[in-house]
């Protein structure tokens, strides 16, 4: 069964930098959409950034311009950048992979990393 490792995370000053990684621990022959959502304590998840198999990227008003999502389909991985990183940027990080394997179709997700950005 695939699954996804998440790196990257950790605490990090207003407007600081981090880059999230996700790696499929086995191939996935076709990929359709690749993202990161996030989790703030007390809310729901969000929809961070998406990257559809083609390269079309779809992001949340709140991120637009800070963050940069990017995948590797022949490395079957997924990055987030995020730059001048704000205090409501705080959350668990998750990544998400919508494809299909051997078995046929999949969506699997990370174990989550959480990011801090504080002062």
């Known amino acids: 069964q695939v699954q996804l490792v998440e790196s990257g995370g950790g605490l990090v000053q207003p407007g600081g930098s981090l880059r999230l990684s996700c790696a499929a621990s086995e191939s996935i022959f076709s990929i359709k959409t690749m993202g990161w959502f996030r989790q703030a304590p007390g809310k729901e998840r969000e929809m961070v950034a998406l990257i559809i198999s083609g390269g079309s990227t779809s992001y949340a008003d709140s991120v637009k311009g800070r963050f940069t999502i990017s995948g590797d389909v022949a490395k079957n991985t997924v990055a987030l950048q995020m730059n001048n990183l704000k205090p409501e940027d705080t959350a668990v990080y998750y990544c998400?992979?919508?494809?299909?394997?051997?078995?046929?179709?999949?969506?699997?997700w990370g174990q989550g990393t959480v990011v801090t950005v504080s002062a």
């Open positions: 998400v992979v919508d494809g299909t394997v051997a078995e046929g179709a999949l969506e699997v």
